[in-house]
Structure formats: structure tokens, C-alpha cells
């Protein structure tokens, strides 16, 4: 998304909202170079509890991958080895609370779930997503 200006992602988000739906998921990896400009209207992706950490510091909500467990119930082969979340918890270096992804753990689903709304700041600013 970092392509488009702020505007314009800025007029997704109404759009979607206007549609009755709950919210815009929507996500960069560049939260602090070439995706700043969308502060509060993408979740920063990142691949560690420390980026994680940065990215809310900055002022963004965060998604993080959570490498050493797999959602329950994945049958990827390519996670065999892997071994399945059994409710540990995770916390960023700063001791901010990693959120599991409610669609992952439980009955919820991301129509029904709106944590990774970036405008949804009721919602844990870290959500934690297991490989799968």
C-alpha cells in the first residue's frame, strides 16, 4: 500500500466503512521508511518482537509473526516440525503484550474480529500471528 498517498488509502477506509463492513485490513512492512505516510491508516508488519516495539513506539499499531509456533490445527506439511501454540504467551522486550489473532485461536474470523483495523484503537497495539 505504501505506493498509494495518503488520500487515497485514507478513502479505502471510507469506502469500506460505508459498506457496512467494520473495518480496512491493511498492512506495510515499511512503517518507518516508505510506508510512514500511512500512520494510523495500515498496521506495521513486522518480523520481530523488537520491531514490534519500534513500530508502536512511532506511534502505529503492529502485527507481528510469531516464528516458533504454528496456529492450531495447521496441516502444512511444511510445518510438521513445528510445534502448535498451547496457550504460551509472548511479551516484546518493552513487556507490551502480544495479542494472539483471535482467528486463530478461537471461533472468531477477521470480518468479526476488527483488531487489525488500524483506526481500531480499542484493539492491542501488538497482535501476534502463528506461522501457518
Not at 29 to 55: E, I
Not at 61 to 79: E, F, H
Not at 94 to 105: D, F, L, T, Y
Amino acid at each position: 500500500p505504501n505506493l498509494f498517498d495518503r488520500d487515497e488509502v485514507s478513502s479505502w477506509h471510507k469506502a469500506v466503512r460505508n459498506s457496512g463492513m467494520h473495518g480496512l485490513l491493511i498492512y506495510t512492512h515499511f512503517f518507518d521508511t516508505k510506508g510512514s505516510h500511512l500512520k494510523h491508516l495500515a498496521m506495521a508488519s513486522v518480523d520481530t518482537f523488537s520491531r514490534a516495539d519500534k513500530a508502536v513506539n512511532a506511534g502505529w499499531k503492529a502485527a507481528v509473526t510469531i516464528k516458533d509456533r504454528k496456529a492450531p490445527g495447521s496441516r502444512k506439511p511444511q510445518l510438521k516440525a513445528t510445534p502448535e501454540w498451547n496457550g504460551e504467551r509472548y511479551t516484546t522486550p518493552e513487556g507490551r503484550k502480544v495479542s494472539i489473532c483471535p482467528a486463530q485461536i478461537s471461533d472468531k474470523d477477521c470480518n468479526t474480529c476488527g483488531w487489525c483495523d488500524p483506526k481500531n484503537f480499542k484493539a492491542p497495539p501488538v497482535v501476534g500471528f502463528l506461522i501457518h
